[in-house]
């Protein structure tokens, strides 16, 4: 299939689900039909060409699947009764939040965010299991047990296809799960890759479709700037050898500056058009960063005083941590010290290889090249990433070289 098949039916499959599911129900039975149906373009179009109407083209076909499906079932339970579906025209193009309905159904609120995400991927982004299961790292068959557990739990709730009484709660949901898959395709927490770009591509696509059925949501476009500018430095990361460059030390012409352009206006559209929630400050920081022409530009006090907003507004030990290395930044390793010593009782921050890697470099901001050692070993050993491993291994070498040496 070329990339442009590929491009149209990742793009109409989430659609053709939604409207699916909003006109007969059976979640995790459409979903196989809806498959079926794209399998079925795949081999059609490129040779009879794409039709006029090829959304309609998948719901129609979707739907002459599912009654198959459907009466199969029927037949393998030794029932007479046959199921009726009223016919779908081929130019019936439904309702045109349809995707948004279905990322709230799979970012069903019972759910846990393993399955949230899982679900989405597969429901939404179009991946298969064996695709999900590579990028989270974890045997296809407990990711297909995932999947089919979260099917089955929003099958059991009876939540019907339209657009939630709690929307907000759920969209809220959709943004998180949206920011996790995200997160996890930039920054890999495991294996040997820095990043997944087949992740984080596909949290910036289904963003920009939250976006374009949500325009005036401040969050929504807060999320989706937060994303861009921070893709934007993602060619930088890596040097050719496949190591880690951290940010004051990655090539800017690099970065993509038509993203940080359209992140730029997506953030400051939003914060200008009421109060500013966690995604726009994360942002406006993302922005910061982007719009220094170098690291020793960046405006370290406008973006301590931003983390210590969103610290009052959403705390979170992670954003906290950011907060004390931008307070080192702007007023000096001492200071921070003293707040990562305090992050360091909370436990869901102890053993996190960040807090020690954070410490290791404060504490070779201040000299204390011993404390520093220790803290960089124990961090390249808590982390499950490899570059990370790598270069925090790196870092305590070149520094114990050092030490030596004087």
């Given at each position: ?65 599912l009654t198959d499906l459907l009466r199969a079932e029927q037949a393998r339970q030794r029932r007479e009764n046959t199921w009726t579906l009223p016919p779908v ?167 993509r500056q038509d993203l940080i352009a359209e992140g730029v206006d997506l953030v400051t559209t939003a914060m200008s058009t009421g109060p500013s929630g966690p ?128």
């Amino acid at each position: 299939m070329t990339l442009v098949f590929e491009g149209l039916l990742r793009e109409l499959a989430p659609q053709a689900l939604g409207a699916v599911v909003r006109r007969y129900g059976h979640f995790d039975t459409a979903e196989d039909a809806v498959q079926e149906a794209l399998i079925a373009a795949a081999t059609q179009w490129p040779r009879d060409g794409v039709p006029d109407n090829p959304r309609g083209w998948l719901i129609a076909v979707a739907a002459r699947r599912l009654t198959d499906l459907l009466r199969a079932e029927q037949a393998r339970q030794r029932r007479e009764n046959t199921w009726t579906l009223p016919p779908v025209a081929p130019d019936d193009l439904g309702d045109a939040d349809d995707t948004l309905i279905l990322l709230f159904m799979c970012c069903h609120p019972a759910l846990p965010p393993e399955q949230q995400i899982a679900l989405t991927l597969r429901s939404v982004a179009g991946l298969t299991t064996q695709e999900i299961a590579r990028a989270f790292l974890v045997p296809e068959p407990t990711m297909g047990q995932r999947i089919s557990r979260a099917k089955q739990r929003v099958k059991a709730s009876g939540v019907p296809f339209r657009m939630p009484a709690d929307r907000a709660e759920r969209l809220a949901a959709v943004l998180h799960v949206l920011y996790l898959i995200f997160t996890e395709g930039y920054a890999s927490t495991a294996g040997p890759q820095v990043y997944r770009s087949e992740l984080s591509t596909e949290a910036i696509r289904l963003t920009r479709i939250v976006h374009r059925l949500l325009p005036r949501d401040g969050e929504v476009a807060g999320l989706l700037a937060l994303m861009l500018l921070t893709d934007a430095r993602r060619a930088a990361r890596v040097g050719v050898d496949g190591a880690l460059i951290l940010l004051e030390s990655q090539d800017r012409s690099l970065w993509r500056q038509d993203l940080i352009a359209e992140g730029v206006d997506l953030v400051t559209t939003a914060m200008s058009t009421g109060p500013s929630g966690p995604y726009q400050l994360q942002a406006a920081i993302a922005a910061l960063h982007d719009e220094a022409p170098t690291a020793a530009d960046t405006d370290w006090p406008q973006i301590e005083a931003l983390y210590g907003a969103l610290l009052s507004l959403a705390p979170n030990p992670m954003t906290a941590l950011n907060h004390a290395v931008a307070v080192a930044m702007a007023r000096g390793p001492a200071p921070a010290l003293e707040l990562v010593s305090a992050l360091a009782e909370d436990k869901r921050l102890a053993d996190h290889h960040r807090l020690h890697a954070v410490r290791a470099h404060l504490l070779e901001m201040s000299g204390e090249v011993d404390g520093a050692l220790t803290a960089y070993r124990l961090a390249a050993q808590l982390t499950r990433s490899l570059p990370e491993q790598r270069y925090l291994n790196t870092k305590a070498a070149t520094l114990a070289r050092d030490q030596v040496r004087e």
